[in-house]
């Protein structure tokens, strides 16, 4: 089964209408929905009174028309009587501001009235319904990653430093307090990051994010924990939300979930989003280390900062499907229903404010056809195989985000998505690996490290053993400069990769808004250039003007059987994709389909072919075989025509070998 629906939000609607939702989500094929999520309020309406009968009508309900449920924790917004009861578990800004109820996530995860509130109803909904027969899945709390500055996540800081440094030597040390005058002699000096007169100790907020993950992660764990005692055979996770704001190592945490569930909202409106689906669907797999679960995206509109856009015809379709052929166990949005009122009432829905009459409801249908259709294919497919992979860091991310950088301009998460998009645009299935793993690079022949700021020796030793075994390795500016507490790496950039690159840079010379630097292969470099010597390494690309005029810009060295290319310059979209055209070639990667044309996408998921034509005239895509449609199951011969706007599911390989439907 692929999982088909979203969040379900009963309490918010007169039981009239939960007879229509369930009807109108058989109608569209809904298999799964996502029920309690903020419902604190309406299930303890008072300290320590429950009230579970309504939660009991509609589980019964959604059970008898064959709908299975992901039982949410409703801890992500506690109801207006506990904040009133702990005005210490609110959260506190960094100036010192103390949030009221109002909106949600208004609770402080460190104060320990909030943790046993959020253990308490936890263990209610698991003692009621662990093994209710809808229940397919825990959905713990909604998005962690709330931040707080108060005296309680102070003390709870404070014991993590104390964990992770041994002693307040230690800890200055890490820290370089001896810079403007900020040495600690007792640990009860040492604050979370709060408003301050100038710039903060990088460090030091280096260290309270990673705190805060850790923080939010053991919550997770207590209600997992109870979660699972009461009915190990039922899964559990968390959303996870992404964000520069938001406080969480993804790829830390995928490792406590028993499915990786992700959110992901595209905030592009135009092809941009196909490209975020891709990233986002990419990325997840890593997480998830092959199979994840989109559980919530807005299926009908975009959000961008400034407007909802709405979705043309057929997108709702290629976002999901790609997702599918991404390696989701299916495709869940927010949210069923749109609601009449709240804060988010124009929010996405597949249940327009409008009604089913509606294009996104009519599109819903007609998905819901398609992934029945080819559920038992899918699951029956492995994810999809790339050969080249990108590096992604949370710590790095946050470590870039403070203050004091060369330019204020760095963008970590542009710097990845980038490297993504002009790989995705060249049709080649891309990985994502955590350097702050264990990783396994064997698989990979091509490997990609954007702005990797942060790097401990064993992962930069982890890069040199990969190409002296034939790995290309490709390193952007700003990585390797600083080992993980942020300390930088003496000597000369990129610091931990200088030897397997054969490069030393001995100065950055960032670039101002629109200026940009000739090269010599005709592209230019934008937003950042730098003095290079090599050192070993040979010069591909130099820089043609400017005072680097003749400089080396992007070399490749030699290593052991592989290359490590070092690019120094910020690229334009178009010169990132012609240079990793070029060490795609060197390193033999195939895209993921030969002959595409433009507009089209082709995702390749085991024998599963998934097409998308982005584009607004009909794509042709060659087949090389026998295939079938994997939906229709009709036959098809050397090419299939894709529509504007459509998407398509193939599966290639012989006919006379049907697969068996389930
Ligand atoms: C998600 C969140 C949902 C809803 C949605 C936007 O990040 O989990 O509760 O707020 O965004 O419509
Ligand atoms: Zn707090």
């Not at 109108?24 to 799964?32: C, I, K, N, P």
């Not at 250039?529 to 400089?551: F, I, K, M, N, Q």
Request: proline share 7%; aromatic share 10%.
């Amino acid at each position: 089964m692929l999982c088909f629906g979203g969040d379900y939000n009963p309490e918010q609607w007169p039981e009239e209408v939960w007879a229509e939702d369930v009807a109108l989500m058989r109608q569209a094929g809904v298999s799964m929905v996502t029920v309690g999520v903020f419902a604190w309020s309406h299930l303890e309406p008072s300290p320590g009174e429950y009230e579970f009968t309504w939660l009991d009508r509609i589980l019964d309900r959604l059970h008898e028309g064959g709908i299975r449920v992901a039982l949410a924790t409703p801890t992500a917004s506690p109801p207006p009587w506990f904040t009133l009861a702990h005005p210490e578990a609110l959260p506190v800004t960094a100036d010192g501001v103390r949030l009221t109820h109002g909106s949600r996530d208004t609770y402080c995860v460190s104060a320990p009235a909030y943790r046993t509130a959020a253990a308490a109803i936890a263990g209610k909904l698991a003692d009621r319904y662990a093994h209710h027969p809808a229940l397919a899945l825990w959905h713990v709390h909604n998005e962690y990653g709330t931040d707080c500055r108060c005296d309680l996540t102070a003390a709870a800081f404070r014991t993590w430093l104390e964990k992770k440094h041994g002693d307040l030597d230690a800890l200055n040390e890490s820290w370089t307090t001896a810079f403007w005058s900020q040495r600690y002699s007792d640990w009860a000096q040492i604050l979370p990051p709060r408003a301050t007169q100038y710039l903060p100790n990088p460090a030091h907020v280096l260290d309270f994010r990673r705190f805060l993950s850790d923080e939010l992660l053991a919550a997770y764990q207590e209600q997992r924990d109870l979660l699972r005692a009461a009915n190990p055979a039922i899964p559990v996770t968390t959303n996870f939300v992404q964000g520069g704001w938001v406080s969480v190592d993804h790829a830390k945490w995928a490792a406590e979930m028993d499915l990786v569930a992700v959110d992901d909202y595209p905030s592009e409106p135009g092809l941009g989003a196909e490209e975020q689906t891709a990233f986002g669907g990419d990325l997840a797999r890593g997480w998830g280390g092959g199979s994840w679960l989109l559980m919530e995206t807005g299926p009908n509109l975009i959000y961008t900062p400034g407007r909802m856009h709405a979705k043309e015809a057929g997108r709702l379709t290629r976002h999901s499907l790609s997702y599918v052929a991404r390696g989701s166990r299916g495709a869940m949005y927010f949210q069923w229903r749109q609601p009449r009122g709240g804060a988010e009432l124009f929010h996405s829905a597949l249940v327009p404010h409008a009604g089913p009459d509606s294009p996104v409801f009519r599109e819903a249908v007609g998905l819901g056809r398609t992934l029945k259709a080819i559920a038992a294919q899918v699951a029956d497919a492995p994810p999809p195989v790339a050969q080249v992979a990108v590096a992604w860091d949370a710590p790095s991310w946050w470590a870039l985000q403070g203050a004091g950088l060369p330019s204020a301009e760095i963008d970590y998460l542009a710097a990845v998505r980038q490297a993504h998009r002009a790989l995705h645009r060249s049709g080649t299935a891309v990985d994502f690996v955590f350097p702050g793993l264990p990783m396994d690079l064997g698989a990979y022949r091509v490997v990609v490290l954007p702005h990797l700021y942060l790097v401990s020796d064993e992962t930069a030793a982890a890069f040199r053993e990969f190409v002296a075994n034939g790995g290309h390795l490709v390193v952007g500016h700003l990585s390797g400069i600083a080992e993980p507490d942020g300390r930088v790496r003496l000597g000369g950039y990129p610091g931990a990769f200088r030897e397997v690159l054969g490069v030393r840079v001995v100065e950055w010379r960032p670039l101002a808004g629109d200026a940009e630097i000739a090269l010599d292969s005709g592209d230019r470099a934008v937003r950042w250039s730098e003095r290079v010597e090599t050192a070993g390494s040979e010069t591909v690309v130099r820089y043609a003007g400017d005072v680097l005029a003749g400089a080396p810009a992007i070399t490749r060295n030699r290593y052991g059987s592989g290359s490590a290319w070092y690019v120094s310059p910020g690229l334009s979209d178009d010169g990132l994709r012609r240079l990793l055209d070029r060490v795609l070639g060197e390193a033999g990667v195939a895209p993921a389909h030969a002959g595409l044309p433009t507009g089209v996408e082709a995702v390749r998921r085991g024998p599963l072919l998934f097409l998308f034509n982005h584009g607004v005239v009909p794509g042709v895509v060659p087949l090389s075989g026998p295939a079938v449609n994997a939906v229709t199951r009709r036959e098809l011969s050397e090419s299939v025509t894709v529509p504007a706007g459509g998407s398509m599911v193939v599966r290639l390989g012989s006919a006379d070998s049907p697969h068996p439907v389930r």
